[in-house]
């Protein structure tokens, strides 16, 4: 079974076993437009890869078209672009705050997590490992554990 290691400044502060298949929603609020962002990502063969990318705009720089190798569909109020083959290894994000960004991810089937309280301003890596079970929050310092 895969680990999920997410990291901040080079300390990993999430450690979680993930199965292939398993997806990582990163949902924000767009710093022009002001509408929902998701991004949703799927552990597959030790990686994270690009499954999918839904907004309801498509100003500001936001996608309009499909990726090579991938497909836009309209299904109101969202539009989702899938596919495209993108591999990140390791993924670093950067997090914004209550005022930008307001970035949170969720992990099914656990709750969402409210990114942008946990580490405001932070810039997080993301990566797949060979490792054992089990699931570990490390609390940042100042912040108590999530519950």
């Given at each position: 079974m895969d680990q999920l290691v997410v990291s901040l400044r080079g300390t990993p502060f999430l450690w979680r076993s993930v199965p292939p298949g398993q997806r990582l929603v990163f949902r924000s609020i767009h710093s022009v437009q002001k509408t929902p962002l998701e991004d949703e990502l799927v552990v597959s063969g030790g990686r994270l890869w690009g499954w999918e990318e839904r907004t309801q705009s498509h100003n500001a720089g936001l996608p309009t078209e499909a990726p090579r190798n991938g497909t836009f569909l309209m299904v109101p109020p969202w539009m989702h672009i899938r596919g495209g083959r993108r591999v990140f290894a390791p993924l670093h994000y950067r997090v914004g705050t209550d005022?930008?960004?307001?970035?949170?991810?969720?992990?099914?089937?656990?709750?969402?997590?409210?990114?942008?309280?946990?580490?405001?301003?932070?810039?997080?890596t993301f990566q797949v490992l060979r490792g054992c079970l089990g699931i570990?929050?490390?609390?940042?310092r100042g912040q108590e554990e999530p519950k």
């Open positions: 005022a930008l960004g307001v970035n949170r991810l969720w992990i099914p089937p656990e709750g969402e997590r409210d990114l942008y309280r946990l580490c405001p301003g932070q810039l997080l570990r929050w490390t609390p940042l």
